[in-house]
């Protein structure tokens, strides 16, 4: 079946637009989780929902960050007033649950989808 | 606070050689640890999980609570295991906390 996939791949706007970038998980998965991954670093955890609502925001980096997820599926994060440090690939992550107390299980294993990279200029 | 560090960044191997991947973490409690790879051009996919016990294409990562390590293993490098590999901790809501990283290279 399809994977995680993200619109658009690549993204390039100027100091001071607005954003959005899109994510669709994998059919079913109620969990989707947004990272941010800056050149030589490895990903860094954004925000993530369990069905319409974020269950934790605690990585985004400042107000000018948002994700929505209105109807459990597809989910946008939006980003205003872009600057040059927002620059990075931004990867989506979906799994079929995240309950990571539920362990021994495939359920929790969160599959990636192929990042956007977003180029403030 | 919770941490994962990979001490190298570049990891250079020939052909049929061992390799062997760093991984140390700190966290409070319990934790669930992974390994994820990236090979070129393609997503980030998990490797291995530390509850599962399992090898995968001729990895294994045992995690020592004592040393906190989680270090990733293969007594055979291939050619096809040249990749981006990350560390990751599970934390509350299964959110990934990621190293930065082992670009490995095997040579022929």
């Known amino acids: 079946g399809a994977g995680v996939s993200q619109t658009p791949s690549n993204k390039v706007t100027e100091k001071g637009k607005y954003v959005e970038l899109r994510c669709d998980p994998i059919s079913g998965h109620t969990a989707l989780y947004w990272y941010r991954q800056s050149l030589g670093q490895g990903p860094e955890f954004l925000i993530y929902?369990?069905?319409?609502?974020?269950?934790?925001d605690s990585g985004l980096p400042n107000d000018r960050f948002f994700a929505v997820r209105p109807e459990g599926s597809v989910s946008t994060l939006k980003i205003q007033r872009t600057e040059r440090g927002d620059s990075a690939v931004y990867l989506c992550?979906?799994?079929?649950?995240?309950?990571?107390?539920?362990?021994?299980?495939?359920?929790?294993?969160?599959?990636f989808g192929p990042g956007t990279r977003l180029t403030v200029l | 606070a919770q941490r994962v560090t990979q001490p190298e960044k570049l990891l250079s191997v020939f052909k049929g050689a061992p390799v062997e991947l760093k991984c140390n973490y700190s966290y409070s409690g319990s934790p669930e640890l992974f390994w994820y790879v990236q090979y070129s051009r393609q997503r980030l996919q998990l490797l291995l999980r530390?509850?599962s016990r399992e090898s995968i294409k001729g990895f294994t990562a045992d995690l020592n609570k004592g040393e906190t390590s989680f270090h990733l293993k293969k007594p055979f490098a291939q050619e096809e295991d040249s990749a981006m590999y990350y560390c990751?901790?599970?934390?509350?809501?299964?959110?990934?906390?990621f190293g930065a990283g082992t670009q490995v290279v095997v040579t022929p």
């Open positions: 990751a901790l599970s934390g509350r809501g299964g959110k990934l906390q």
């Open positions: 992550a979906s799994s079929l649950i995240s309950d990571r107390r539920i362990t021994g299980t495939q359920g929790n294993e969160q599959f």
């Open positions: 929902f369990q069905g319409t609502g974020a269950a934790d």
């Open positions: 530390h509850i």
